[in-house]
């Protein structure tokens, strides 16, 4: 990453211990000097929805942040899994060819898996 920050590069907030939340840079205001930044993790480093912007100047970017690198997806694998299976269960249960017990299986085995995870 270089220096001056560009539309989706990541910074993380820095107080001391490096363990802020992190923040992506979605806009710029050259008049002002001022970074736009849109908070996308919780201190923990977990992904978070969260809508809030900062509007910090880029001096201020430059000393309270640091660069880091794209959090990650929020969903992993076996999230995607049980999602898919519970969606291929209830395709094969309303199939007219399909197998209702085995569709009901496949959805309760990936509910599962989401509850397990979540």
Do not use: C, I, K
């Amino acid at each position: 990453m270089t220096d001056d920050p560009a539309v989706y590069d990541h910074y993380r907030l820095t107080d001391g211990d490096g363990s802020g939340p992190t923040f992506r840079v979605v806009g710029f205001d050259d008049a002002d000097e001022q970074v736009t930044l849109l908070r996308v993790t919780d201190a923990g480093g977990n992904r978070r929805a969260t809508g809030e912007l900062r509007h910090v100047g880029r001096e201020r970017l430059a000393r309270e942040f640091e660069a880091v690198g794209d959090p990650g997806p929020r969903f992993e694998t076996p999230d995607y899994l049980g999602g898919l299976a519970v969606l291929a269960g209830a395709a094969v249960a309303v199939h007219p060819a399909g197998d209702p017990l085995a569709g009901a299986l496949l959805v309760v085995a990936g509910g599962y898996v989401l509850w397990r995870r979540h």
